[in-house]
T-cell receptor, first 112, second 116 residues
């Protein structure tokens, strides 16, 4: 089982839709959960991160963690064409050596 | 100007050739990383360096080597390129743990490498 699993999509939605992007993970010791956004032909950039369970909101973006089911989500409200990108979940892990474990990324297209 | 730059941006090479990918940063970060990105596999860590004298293997270091020439420069070499090294390569930097509890990494624009 992979440490972090993410459906690669692609996901295509109309402008204004609510988007739900999800990852599952296997290690209950994980504490922080990150979301990176990657535009085409660019490197990933950190969008937001959360600690432990609960929600964190930043404008139209909400990150949610359910540690009981090892499930993390990123919701985008009122999606815009400029949100079209690949979204990668990432989990910091310090066992062995410090690393970020990335999901495969979900490609999102928001069409006008 | 971009904080993390990578050269070249695109490269096509042949099997068996030696190739070097270069990364420079102006962020003043001590930590630098090399990743490769493949469709369906996400980003995988090749090598990382916490300072000029500290270089460590990541999860997929076989077939690769690195050199940390200065705080700002970190190069990745493929000694004898093979087709399954065709991928998108990213350099990243961070100043963890100075700015907070998570290792926020700043990525370059990537190098698209094709090995024929």
């Amino acid at each position: 089982q992979k440490e972090v699993e993410q459906d690669p999509g692609p996901l295509s939605v109309p402008e204004g839709a609510i988007v739900s992007l999800n990852c599952t993970y296997s290690n209950s010791a994980f504490q922080y959960f990150m979301w990176y956004r990657q535009y085409s032909r660019k490197g990933p950039e950190l969008l937001m991160y959360t600690y432990s369970s609960g929600n964190k909101e930043d404008g139209r973006f909400t990150a949610q963690v359910d540690k009981s089911s090892k499930y993390i989500s990123l919701f985008i409200r009122d999606s815009q064409p400029s949100d079209s990108a690949t979204y990668l979940c990432a989990i910091p892990f310090s066992g062995g050596y410090n690393k970020l474990i990335f999901g495969a990324g979900t490609r999102l297209a928001v069409h006008p | 100007d971009a904080d993390v730059t990578q050269t070249p941006r695109n490269r096509i090479t042949k099997t068996g050739k030696r190739i070097m990918l270069e990364c420079s940063q102006t962020k003043g970060h001590d930590r630098m990383y090399w990743y490769r990105q493949d469709p369906g596999l996400g980003l995988r860590l090749i090598y990382y360096s916490f300072d000029v004298k500290d270089i460590n293997k990541g999860e997929i270091s076989d077939g690769y080597s690195v050199s940390r020439q200065a705080q700002a420069k970190f190069s990745l070499s493929l000694e004898s390129a093979i087709p399954n090294q065709t991928a998108l390569y990213f350099c990243a930097t961070s100043d963890f743990p100075q700015r907070g509890p998570v290792d926020t990494q700043y990525f370059g624009p990537g190098t698209r490498l094709t090995v024929l």
